[in-house]
């Protein structure tokens, strides 16, 4: 069994309770002072820890390049797919992958907030190994462990709001997941927008793309991507989105580093630390992540990293 390592809900909420009214008018000065001035954070996606490969080795490497970062950053979010992967094996490996991710987690200097990705659910899949009603299945290691309870959040920091979504759906005809914002989470995301207000600028993180090209560039302009690649249900809620400051979307998933922009939104998705999945690098884009500035004006500028991985023969 997979036990969930976290602090009790009820004595993380007593304690920020206890906390707020000393630290209220502190909280809104620094708030103030942060909004003023550029800051940047890391993208940092598709790890796919395992025991295998040097794939804690490259792990550790990445987060000590982020750790060295001349502009410090102040956070990461990771994209999802934070181990290699809990869709068709058994409770024991995939305990054992997020005990090698805890371990790689604890060398990075800086707050992180993380994204669920389809490898790190468990059992969603045709030649699943861990079946319904079993501790790990699901999403539910990933939302006890790294998402204080949820696979979905939002945050706001130096003036920007910044929303982390779960796309992973599942395809219950054939048990196997798909690109896909549920009824729940897009009524939670208006009534956070609506929150937001429309002059806020948004930064929107999903670990399956809304939009992508690189298969069209790859296997022609009429490849059928199916459900898997993008996410299914984007064009319903697009005009929601559309009705705010939303700036950025980053995604992973497809290992690839691609920018699209359409209208006034640049969608990215942030390669892949572990490259082709430890085995070298794709499309000739190293093994890498993104480093993001934003500035107070709404505008941001971003860079892609390398972090000098050689994959293992």
């Known amino acids: 069994m997979i036990l969930p390592q976290k602090l009790s809900r009820r004595h993380f909420l007593t304690s920020a309770a206890s906390l707020t009214g000393a630290a209220g008018l502190l909280n809104d000065a620094q708030a103030a002072s942060a909004a003023s001035k550029p800051f940047s954070f890391v993208f940092f996606t598709d790890p796919h820890v ?4 040097g794939a804690v080795e490259g792990v550790k490497l990445a987060f000590a390049k982020v750790n060295a970062l001349e502009q410090k950053p102040e956070f990461v979010i990771t994209g999802g797919d934070l181990i290699m992967d809990a869709l068709e094996v058994g409770i024991d490996r995939v305990e054992t992958q997020w005990q090698l991710w805890d371990e790689c987690l604890k060398t990075l200097e800086t707050p ?3 994204t669920v990705g389809n490898h790190d659910v468990a059992g969603w899949s045709p030649k699943a ?5 079993e501790s790990a299945y699901g999403k539910a290691v990933f939302a006890d462990r790294y998402g204080h309870g949820k696979t979905y959040r939002s945050f706001d920091h130096g003036g920007w709001h910044f929303i982390i979504l779960d796309s992973i759906g599942l395809d219950k005809a054939t048990n196997d997941y798909m690109g896909w914002i549920d009824d729940d989470q897009l009524a939670w995301l208006q009534a956070d927008l609506e929150k937001t207000g429309k002059q806020t600028p948004i930064i929107l993180v999903t ?6 090209v690189w298969h069209q560039v790859i296997l022609g302009p009429k490849i059928n991507i199916g459900g898997k690649a993008l996410v299914n249900n984007v064009h319903d809620f697009r005009k929601m989105l559309g009705q705010y400051n939303l700036k950025l979307v980053l995604s992973g998933h497809g290992h690839i580093s691609e920018r699209i922009q359409f209208d006034k939104v640049v969608y990215l998705q942030g390669g892949a630390v572990c490259g082709m999945w430890w085995k070298g690098p794709v499309h000739g884009n190293p093994e890498g992540f993104l480093q993001v500035e934003c500035r107070p004006d709404g505008t941001f500028s971003d860079q892609y990293i390398g972090y000098g991985w050689q994959a293992r023969k």
């Open 50 to 53: 395992q025991p295998e490969q």
């Open 112 to 114: 992180s907030y993380h």
């Open 129 to 133: 190994m861990i079946k319904p009603g």
């Open 207 to 212: 670990h399956i793309p809304f939009y992508s």
